[in-house]
Each structure stands twice: as structure tokens, then as C-alpha cells.
């Protein structure tokens, strides 16, 4: 309750701030871009709009809105070798909520940034009104659903997360969903795609919707950024129903046996955690290494 009270203070406190700032205006629909490739047949639609909140915008692999550069080169995590400009100065993303969220659904979202913060040497900073680059977490209409940019895209940069509604919590029942979009908006992407995916995971494509099926393309090896082992339990994982074309076949199933899931919303795993702080260079310092490195441990499922 007092963790509650202390985030609802947070909230007064940042509403205040906020509304000095002239918050930029919002269109209801919005049209993120996506690779040339990856357009959606319509006929399809009624198949997504009773799945998951990350598969329902129909964008890339369901919640990413990216262009043809950066799918060219998208693997585990952006490459900044290839995209500097794509990652967030400093570690530094300045954000703002939008007000049109509930109380309830504000104190879920500043969870989520809360969680990074400590988490990680990342740290999601209130918007001042002036700098170029932030993150705008507000709830689109259309598409609906969870989905987000990859990387710092540049300007006012929307992270889109659909409130709970008559049909359920959509992408702020837990702060598990805010915290995979915000990976996003931070560079990662699923892991399901990694090219050493087939030793963990067997995809079922007889049972993708077929307009969906690149969505379980894996990627080369040369390309991949990542530097640790297969994570199931990623909060970037795949559920195993994700774009299936019937209720009850799954898309894809574990090879390794033991496997109770693939994938969860509820909070970044071990392997989570480690890799936000490598690709933002919080583990280049030794002192900083052991903080950051024993909180993942500690604190990651």
C-alpha cells in the first residue's frame, strides 16, 4: 500500500510538472511504418483480433514499428554499430505519460519505467519540453493494442499501450507488458527470433496464420548482438499461441524438455536484465558490473 501511495504522489507530482509543458497533440489513428515485406492481408484480421494485445496492430511481428533500414539489419537487439543514432544518449530516455490514463493505469506504467530504472543503469527521465528525442506513452486507438518503435526513432516517439476495457486487461493488467514495449523503444527485440532458435523451439508453421509466417523468420548469426544463452522465460519470448490460425494449435513448442512456458509478461528475466545492461554499456565499469550483474541475478525470474 505504501509503494502505492508513494507512486501516486509520483504521478501528482509529475501532472504538475507536465501540464507547463505543452503536450504534443495525438492523432487517434496513426500509421507506424513497416518493412515492404511485411504487409498484412485483410482477410486475416478477424484471425488477430482475439489474440494477444502484441499480436492485434498487425505490424511487424505484431508490435514493432520499424522501416526497411532498420529491418535490414534487426537481430536480437539493433546493431549500434550500424545505428549509433538509434540508441538513447547516455542511457537517457526522457518520457511522457499521457493523461488520458486512469490513476490506476498511470501507477502500472510508472512500475514498468520504475523496475528499468533499478534494474538497469537506464534511466527513463520526465520529459523537460525541450529536448528533441523522448518516448510518448499514450494509449492509440488504432492501431490498438501493445506496440512500439525499436530504438530511439527520433522526435516525439510513441509507445502505444491499450488500457483494460470491457474485454480485459490488454497491455496494462500487470507492468510486465509496459516493460516488453519499453525493451522495445530501448532496442531489443523478441528472442524467439535469434538464429540459434531452432536448438530451443520448434515452430509449427502449418499453424501460422500464413500472412504471418516471416514473422518467425530467424536471423543470421553475423548480425545477432546478443551475448547470452536462449532464455524461455524472456519477457521478449513468444507465447505458444502467438498468430495462431485455430484456438488450441500452438505455433510453437519447447525442445528442451522441462519447459513449462515460452515467454511470459510478468517481469524481465535474469537474461532480460543482463542483456539491457550490456547492450547500454552498464557492465563497462567493474564497480558498476557487480551491482547491475547482481541485481539481474536477485531480481530476474
Not at 503536450?23 to 483480433?49: C, F, G, M, R, S
Not at 501493445?146 to 480485459?168: A, E, T
Not at 546478443?226 to 524461455?232: I, K, S, T, V
Not at 550490456?278 to 530476474?300: E, P, S, T
Request: aromatic share 14%; with cysteine; hydrophobic share 35%.
Amino acid at each position: 500500500m505504501k509503494k502505492v501511495l508513494k507512486i501516486l504522489i509520483l504521478i501528482f507530482i509529475t501532472n504538475r510538472f507536465s501540464a507547463r509543458i505543452i503536450i504534443p497533440q495525438v492523432p487517434d489513428v496513426v500509421h507506424p511504418p513497416i518493412p515492404e515485406d511485411a504487409n498484412l492481408d485483410a482477410a486475416y484480421n478477424t484471425l488477430i483480433e482475439d489474440q494477444d494485445p502484441e499480436v492485434r496492430p498487425g505490424l511487424f511481428q505484431g508490435d514493432i514499428a520499424l522501416n526497411n533500414d532498420v529491418y535490414n539489419y534487426w537481430r536480437i537487439g539493433l546493431r549500434w554499430d550500424v545505428f549509433p543514432e538509434k540508441l538513447w544518449t547516455n542511457g537517457t530516455v526522457p518520457y511522457v505519460i499521457s493523461p488520458i490514463y486512469e490513476p490506476s493505469d498511470q501507477v502500472t506504467i510508472y512500475k514498468a519505467i520504475r523496475t528499468i530504472n533499478f534494474m538497469t543503469c537506464i534511466k527513463f527521465v520526465p520529459w523537460d519540453g525541450v529536448t528533441k528525442d523522448y518516448i510518448l506513452i499514450w494509449p492509440i486507438k488504432y492501431p490498438s493494442g501493445c506496440w512500439s518503435f525499436v530504438g530511439k526513432f527520433g522526435g516525439s516517439q510513441i509507445v502505444s499501450l491499450q488500457p483494460p476495457d470491457s474485454n480485459g486487461p490488454n497491455c496494462l493488467g500487470t507492468e510486465g507488458r509496459a516493460i516488453h514495449e519499453l525493451m522495445h523503444a530501448l532496442g531489443i527485440f523478441h528472442e524467439q527470433s535469434r538464429w540459434d532458435r531452432d536448438k530451443f523451439v520448434k515452430i509449427h508453421h502449418e499453424n501460422i496464420i500464413p500472412s504471418f509466417k516471416s514473422n518467425f523468420d530467424k536471423q543470421s548469426l553475423e548480425n545477432t548482438t546478443y551475448h547470452y544463452e536462449y532464455d524461455y522465460d524472456s519477457i521478449m519470448h513468444y507465447g505458444k499461441y502467438y498468430f495462431s490460425k485455430a484456438k488450441g494449435k500452438p505455433t510453437m513448442t519447447a525442445k528442451m524438455p522441462n519447459v513449462k512456458r515460452l515467454g511470459q509478461r510478468k517481469a524481465m528475466s535474469k537474461g532480460d536484465c543482463l542483456k539491457l545492461n550490456h547492450l547500454y554499456g552498464c557492465f563497462d565499469n567493474a564497480k558498476r558490473r557487480r551491482k547491475y550483474y547482481n541485481i539481474c541475478q536477485f531480481m530476474g525470474l
